[in-house]
């Protein structure tokens, strides 16, 4: 199977029924996505299809079509994103386990919406669990991603 995965071309001998988070840990090397739930409930395996988040613990491999976009595949000529920076900027890991998820949801989500409000970032982070309870911090932190995209426009 010949996967598109953060702009490269890879090829993965897999299973077609294999999740994508096997295939891209096991397989790719890729170990940004993290294996949380195994159910699509705690957004921890979130990469992006196509620009948008998908939960790749439960997603077969045989069943991908589009570009992936991992954690990895965010920073660009060694410069971090807005949305990776911002998260800095903010101090919003502590345990960090959660993170890369939530900043792919983060990162769909100013990508369709250039300066979300309160309940559009809570929607778009619903599907995002955080056991450190962070989530004045992930806000803070897409308010400060939103307004240095808009202020770089």
């Not at 995965?5 to 890729?30: S, T």
């Not at 979130?46 to 991908?64: K, M």
């Not at 079509?65 to 911002?86: C, H, K, M, P, W």
């Amino acid at each position: 199977m010949r996967l598109t995965v953060d702009g490269k071309q890879i090829e993965i001998d897999a299973d077609p029924d294999m999740p994508l988070l096997w295939a891209l840990r096991d397989l790719a090397g890729i170990l940004g996505p993290k294996f949380g739930c195994g159910i699509a409930a705690c957004g921890a395996c979130t990469v992006l299809i196509d620009g948008s988040p998908v939960r790749s613990c439960v997603l077969p491999i045989g069943g991908v079509e589009g570009e992936i976009v991992t954690i990895e595949g965010l920073a660009r000529d060694g410069t971090l994103s807005v949305v990776q920076q911002a998260w800095l900027d903010e101090q919003v890991a502590q345990c960090g386990y959660c993170q890369a998820g939530q900043i792919m949801s983060a990162t769909a989500l100013l990508d369709e919406i250039e300066n979300p409000t309160d309940e559009d970032i809570d929607n778009a982070m619903s599907g995002n669990l955080c056991r450190c309870g962070t989530y004045p911090r992930i806000r803070a932190a897409i308010k400060r991603a939103a307004a240095t995209k808009l202020a770089r426009a």
